[in-house]
């Protein structure tokens, strides 16, 4: 199993532009999640899902959109850039169900760079 | 809302000896996990130990233990022999276990730990 997978590592934008981060998991996991990271402030939850065709905000939502298509991928959406969006981004993913399946396993994150 | 509070923003510890990361958190559910992972400079996240609140007995995982204190809503992590690789970030983070918060992460603001030879 290669796990959480996430392209880029690495981006630069400048404001205004849109891209797309790419998370992909081969575990079967119906959750999938969006975090971002950002110095002194821990990760924060931007967007989640609990399966394909489902998903709903986190703690920081704006400016960022998901869709969840297929059980493996849940790419996040920056529609509109901004250098308030500059942080590193993890995606993650988990089992539902009953402990111990509530383990989240994150991928290797994507730094972002807004100019 | 949860919240979850590191206070020591950095910590060092020499080789081979023991340190305590502590954790608080704030929360009206009853049913939750708490979880220790750590980042080294990777950037990976890496699940440490986890622990379910239900449980008194505390979790244990090689040289990582916590002390679960359900009443005082405190979740410390002991790394006992302390090696170089153990130098990294670690964040505390909370999990409800079901309601419109499942599946939802809250972290603290994260330690970094450094181990000196």
């Known amino acids: 199993n290669a796990g959480v997978t996430q392209t880029p590592k690495f981006q630069v934008l400048k404001t205004g532009q849109s891209m797309t981060l790419q998370c992909a998991q081969d575990?079967?996991?119906?959750?999938m999640s969006w975090y971002r990271q950002d110095p002194g402030m821990g990760l924060r939850l931007i967007h989640y899902?609990?399966?394909?065709?489902?998903?709903d905000q986190g703690e920081v939502p704006n400016g960022y959109n998901v869709s969840r298509s297929t059980t493996e991928d849940f790419p996040l959406r920056l529609l509109s850039a901004a250098p308030s969006q500059t942080s590193v981004y993890f995606c993650?993913?988990?089992?539902?169900?009953?402990?111990?399946?509530?383990?989240?396993?994150f991928g290797p994150g994507t730094r972002l760079l807004v100019l | 809302a949860q919240t979850v509070t590191q206070s020591q923003p950095e910590m060092s510890v020499q080789e081979a000896e023991t340190v305590t990361l502590s954790c608080t958190y704030d929360?009206?559910?009853?049913?939750?996990?708490l979880f220790w992972y750590k980042q080294p400079p990777s950037r990976q996240m890496i699940l440490v130990i986890r622990?379910?609140?239900?449980?008194?007995q505390n979790a244990t995982e090689n040289r990582f233990s916590v002390n679960f204190q359900k009443a005082a809503k405190s979740f410390s992590l002991k790394i006992s022999d302390s090696q170089l690789g153990d130098t990294a970030m670690y964040f505390c983070a909370f999990m409800n276990a079901g309601g419109t918060s499942y599946g939802k992460l809250t972290f603290g603001q994260g330690t970094i730990l450094t181990v000196h030879p």
């Open positions: 575990m079967n996991h119906e959750y």
């Open positions: 929360t009206s559910e009853s049913n939750y996990y």
């Open positions: 993650a993913s988990k089992k539902t169900g009953y402990f111990p399946r509530e383990t989240q396993y």
């Open positions: 622990q379910e609140a239900y449980k008194q």
């Open positions: 899902s609990v399966g394909a065709g489902i998903t």
